[in-house]
């Protein structure tokens, strides 16, 4: 088994975000670093990045 299946779904799905998300919906600033940090709250999943540019907030919440 690869590193890459062993990993949590939430994480996958970090990755997918710091690979895909890159572009800030404020003020167009792409961010190569990626940095998306993920918190769980019983029954809620949340994914957040802070631009490092204007430091707007990107929030995805996945209900489970």
């Not at 404020?26 to 999943?45: K, P």
């Not at 994914?47 to 430091?55: E, G, I, K, N, R």
């Amino acid at each position: 088994m690869s590193a890459q299946q062993r990993r949590f779904p939430f994480d996958r799905l970090r990755q997918k975000f710091d690979e895909t998300e890159r572009r800030c919906r404020q003020c167009g600033f792409v961010d190569d670093d990626g940095g998306w940090r993920v918190r769980t709250s019983g029954d809620r999943v949340t994914y957040q990045h802070v631009c490092p540019s204007c430091d707007a907030i990107e929030t995805r919440e996945l209900r489970l």
